[in-house]
């Protein structure tokens, strides 16, 4: 059974705080993914990579960074946490090579920043 | 700009009735697929369904179909003989570039007994 696991469900931190939300997937995937999902907003794409130490932006980057340095992991850095940085985050993982590939999802790590 | 387009944030549903869920879209891919995901409260996101585009056949599993019009990039999700267990909210995804998807922002469906 394919998994992707992320390494809290829940986490309360202070503003200012370093955060790291931590992704592990076992399906050798190339590809990982971080998005935010917020009420309203659907699901909006912080950083992806597609392979290991490559990394590219999505549409909502600041305030983020991102560190890949095994395959099978993919860490969400919240470098100085801030009160709207309070979301779900969700970790996704996909193969490269068919375009009907889907994406995997973690289950989601609900992050409070007071 | 690629996007995806849900514009019904909540629908309700009698358990056993039928219910469709809308999705318009935008892409420039030229060969690509659409995607349908639920998320059930407090689980994982899973895939319901996919749609080739170049495929004229709407894409069926069990349930759950599709109505995909190309031209009118729309991608609508039917749900027939609704069940409790389909209550979550569902996005509608498309390809957003080499290797990324553009989620919606998501419709919650009720299903009521």
């Known amino acids: 059974d394919v998994k992707v696991t992320q390494s809290s469900r829940y986490l309360v931190k202070r503003t200012g705080e370093k955060v790291f939300l931590e992704c592990v997937q076992d399906m050798d995937h190339e590809n990982m993914f971080w998005y935010r999902q917020d009420p309203g907003l659907g699901l909006r794409l912080i950083y992806f990579s597609y392979d290991v130490k490559m990394k590219e932006k999505g549409d909502i980057p600041e305030g983020y960074s991102v560190s890949r340095e095994k395959k099978e992991r993919f860490s969400l850095i919240l470098e100085s946490a801030s009160t709207n940085q309070t979301s779900m985050y969700l970790c996704a993982s996909s193969s490269t090579g068919w375009r009907g590939t889907e994406a995997f999802f973690g289950q989601g790590t609900r992050l409070t920043v007071v | 700009a690629q996007t995806v387009t849900q514009s019904q944030p909540e629908m309700s549903v009698q358990e056993a009735e039928t219910v469709t869920l809308s999705c318009t879209y935008d892409t420039s891919e030229s060969d690509y697929y659409l995607f349908w995901y639920k998320q059930p409260p407090s689980r994982q996101m899973i895939l319901v369904i996919r749609q080739e585009a170049y495929k004229q056949q709407n894409a069926t599993e069990n349930r759950f179909s599709v109505n995909f019009q190309k031209a009118a990039k729309s991608f609508s999700l039917k749900i027939s003989d609704s069940q409790l267990g389909d209550a979550a909210m569902y996005f509608c995804?498309?390809?957003?570039?080499?290797?990324?998807?553009?989620f919606g922002t998501g419709t919650r469906l009720k299903v009521l007994a």
């Open positions: 995804a498309s390809p957003g570039g080499t290797y990324k998807y553009i």
